[in-house]
Each structure stands twice: as structure tokens, then as C-alpha cells.
């Protein structure tokens, strides 16, 4: 089992609707889960980090943290074309300095 | 604040060369780390420094790949000899200290490709 997993996608929605990113991990004692977003040809930029059950918003995001089942999600509402990018979830990996574990990536289009 | 500098910004080598890419962190940043990111898949760390010291390197390919970070401001991430499988895009990241992970900033990224 890959320590994080996200749904591979690709994932399309139309503009205005929401985007739903899944990501699953193994390591049951995560205390931290950060999700970056990375335009295609830069570098990964984070926008949203959650540390406890429930949810958190900030703007049209919202991530989704559920410990016991192992999963967080991120929910972009009124999508819109400058969304469209590849979102990646990360889980710190504390046994190893502080590596970032990164799931392969969902690749999100928004259609105008 | 000046982001983290990387270069080259791209390089293209064959198979069994050798190539080197610099970083430069953001200033007062104590922790660097350098990621390979092969096209479709998420960012994998390779090493990571504190200070000039080595804090992780347990996913570094020893036998072609080499790392150093003197006066612990810059580094170096040297590939000899390469494969083609090392083409992927490395990207350099640093924080203020290993605990903030949530303000890891990366760099611009170098891609390689090997042919």
C-alpha cells in the first residue's frame, strides 16, 4: 500500500461547480495533511494544511479531514478556470527529518 | 524576500554524463531539500540538509547521486553517471527549521532530461 493515494483522475468540471479531491493515507499516527497546487511547469505551492477532524475553509476551499477512515479531501467550490492545475497531497514523514510524502497528483481542468 | 534560486533552469544531457544543478535558499533558511519529480507523479525527496549536515538521505541513489551543502547556504545535487530515468525535474525547497514543514517554499525547479 502506497503511504498516500489519490484518486488519479484526470478530474473535469465545469466552471462555477464543485471540484471534490480524495486523498487516502497508511500511516495512522499523521498529525499533519497539506494540500499544494501545482500549475503545469512550476513548482507546487501550498494552499491548505488541516491538523484536526472536521473541516477547514479558506475561500472556496475547504479540506476534509477524517482520521479514523485515513482520508482528507479537498473541495474547491464555484470552480473556475484558474484552477485548473494538478492538486498533490502531502503527509509529513516525522521518522525522516521532516520529508514530505506526496500523493502522484490529481489533475483538475475547469471548463469555461 | 527573494525566493529560492535554482539553475540551471533546464539541461539536457545524454546517457552517462555527468550534470550538476545549484540552489540557493532563501536567506536564514537552515533546512534544504532537493526533490525528484518524474513527469505524473507526485514530488520525492532526496535529501535533506540542516544546516551543512545531513538529516535524511535514505531515498538518495548513492551510487550516482551526490549531494553537499557548504557553509550551509547553498547547494549542489550532482548526477554521474546519468540514466535515462533520471530525467524528471528537481526542485529545491527550504525552510526556516525541519519542524515547519508547512513552509517548505520551492524553488523553480531544474528539468532534466537525459537521452
Known amino acids: 500500500q502506497k503511504e498516500v493515494e489519490q484518486n488519479s483522475g484526470p478530474l473535469s468540471v465545469p466552471e462555477g461547480a464543485i471540484a471534490s479531491l480524495n486523498c487516502t493515507y497508511s500511516d495512522r499516527v499523521s498529525q499533519s495533511f497539506f494540500w499544494y497546487r501545482q500549475y503545469s511547469g512550476k513548482s507546487p505551492e501550498l494552499i491548505m494544511s488541516?491538523?484536526?477532524?472536521g473541516d477547514k475553509e479558506d475561500g472556496r476551499f475547504t479540506a476534509q479531514l477524517n482520521k479514523a477512515s485515513q482520508y482528507v479531501s479537498l473541495l474547491i467550490r464555484d470552480s473556475q478556470p484558474s484552477d485548473s492545475a494538478t492538486y498533490l497531497c502531502?503527509?509529513?514523514?516525522?521518522?525522516?527529518?521532516?520529508?514530505?510524502?506526496f500523493g502522484e497528483g490529481t489533475q483538475l481542468t475547469v471548463n469555461p | 524576500e527573494a525566493g529560492v534560486a535554482q539553475s540551471p533552469r533546464y539541461k539536457i544531457i545524454e546517457k552517462r554524463q555527468s550534470v550538476a544543478f545549484w540552489c540557493n535558499p532563501i536567506s536564514g533558511h537552515a533546512t534544504l531539500y532537493w526533490y525528484q519529480q518524474i513527469l505524473g507523479q507526485g514530488p520525492k525527496l532526496l535529501i535533506q540538509?540542516?544546516?551543512?549536515?545531513?538529516?535524511?538521505d535514505s531515498q538518495l541513489p548513492k551510487d550516482r547521486f551526490s549531494a553537499e551543502r557548504l557553509k550551509g547556504v547553498d547547494s549542489t545535487l550532482k548526477i554521474q553517471p546519468a540514466k535515462l530515468e533520471d530525467s524528471a525535474v528537481y526542485l529545491c525547497a527550504s525552510s526556516l527549521d525541519p519542524g515547519e514543514v508547512d513552509t517548505q517554499y520551492f524553488g523553480p525547479g531544474t528539468r532534466l532530461t537525459v537521452l
Open positions: 540538509f540542516q544546516n551543512n549536515g545531513v538529516v535524511d
Open positions: 488541516i491538523y484536526s477532524n
Open positions: 502531502a503527509i509529513p514523514n516525522w521518522q525522516f527529518g521532516s520529508r514530505l510524502t
